[in-house]
T-cell receptor
Framework: EPEVTQTPSHQVTQMGQEVILRCVPI?????FYWYRQILGQKVEFLVS????????KSEIFDDQFSVERPDGSNFTLKIRSTKLEDSAMYFC?????????????FGDGTRLSIL | AQSVTQLGSHVSVSEGALVLLRCNYS??????LFWYVQYPNQGLQLLLK????ATLVKGINGFEAEFKKSETSFHLTKPSAHMSDAAEYFC???????????WGLGTSLAVNP
């Protein structure tokens, strides 16, 4: 069964450094998402992406965050200058075309630790 | 706006016993509801979904959930728990044309031998 893959599984970065989290969505999916889960808190929506542009973003997704689909297969989340509070598990998801009730398929996540 | 409340952050059952994980939602428009499971060190796996068709939804691994509009609930059940069901379970909602998922806090299920 096709799956969403995320790399790396764990990223440790110094505060203030840039980090790029990578995702390969399911190949025929058209909608892509990033979520994060801070330890002990709810999973939170960050951003959705469709047709090479952001379709929705949350308040969390400020100017420090950006997303890109550089080559038609990868979907990346960049954090320009990381803060301690960016430490979380980041999940990438994708969903197919059609109605908005299409289920989202998730990767195994990247655990981001900011020191 | 939508929201999800999962009652009980930790649930413990004996192997073979009924599993009941509670989820209540709030939505100003007809919701789409999902249950996901997360096994240790793994991602979020879809268990089942409600998308306005049948109110009783069957999912993978013997789980099912019933959409009750009058109670704004979407509780997850399984008649007989297995040790392998031990995991974190998340209820999520989306609505209308908005695809973003709003999540509950999750319920950790422990299954005792």
């Amino acid at each position: 069964e096709p799956e969403v893959t995320q790399t790396p599984s764990h990223q440790v970065t110094q505060m203030g450094q840039e980090v790029i989290l990578r995702c390969v969505p399911i190949s025929n999916h058209l909608y892509f998402y990033w979520y994060r889960q801070i330890l002990g808190q709810k999973v939170e929506f960050l951003v959705s992406f469709y047709n090479n542009e952001i379709s929705e973003k949350s308040e969390i997704f400020d100017d420090q965050f950006s997303v890109e689909r550089p080559d038609g297969s990868n979907f990346t989340l960049k954090i320009r200058s990381t803060k301690l509070e960016d430490s979380a598990m980041y999940f990438c998801a994708s969903s197919g075309a059609g109605l908005s009730n299409q289920p989202q398929h998730f990767g195994d996540g990247t655990r981001l630790s900011i020191l | 706006a939508q929201s999800v409340t999962q009652l009980g952050s930790h649930v413990s059952v004996s192997e073979g016993a009924l599993v009941l994980l509670r989820c209540n939602y709030s939505s100003s428009v007809p919701p789409y509801l999902f249950w996901y499971v997360q096994y240790p060190n793994q991602g979020l796996q879809l268990l089942l979904k409600y998308t306005s068709a049948a109110t009783l939804v069957k999912g993978i691994n013997g789980f099912e959930a019933e959409f009750k509009k009058s109670e704004t609930s979407f509780h997850l059940t399984k008649p007989s728990a297995h040790m392998s069901d031990a995991a974190e379970y998340f209820c999520a909602v989306s609505a209308g044309n908005n695809r973003k998922l709003i999540w509950g806090l999750g319920t950790s299920l422990a299954v005792n031998p």
